[in-house]
């Protein structure tokens, strides 16, 4: 009986693990400093060479400060 409900899960389970996976791989990337600092970067460099504008800079440099400051307080939790 055990044997046949193990089979007959095997496709659930997979699924569940490859969406925590995927959680995990996501959380890692919208909490990582060095990827936010990273992407702050390259926001201040596509405004200095006029691809965006001010307002749109702006805008998304304060999305990047609010990640950036969540992912601190997240690492403060977690020590």
Do not use: C
Not at 18 to 38: C, F, P, Q, S, T
Not at 50 to 69: C, H, M, P, T, V
Request: net charge negative; proline share 1%; charged share 40%.
């Amino acid at each position: 009986m055990f044997l046949i409900d193990d089979i007959l899960l095997a496709p659930i389970k997979s699924v569940v693990w490859l969406a925590k996976k995927i959680n995990e791989v996501a959380e890692k990337e919208l909490y990582d400093e060095g990827h936010i600092k990273k992407e702050l970067m390259d926001l201040q460099l596509r405004f200095e060479l006029n691809e965006i504008s001010e307002e749109e800079y702006i805008k998304q440099e304060k999305e990047l400060l609010a990640r950036l400051d969540a992912a601190i307080a997240r690492d403060t939790e977690k020590k």
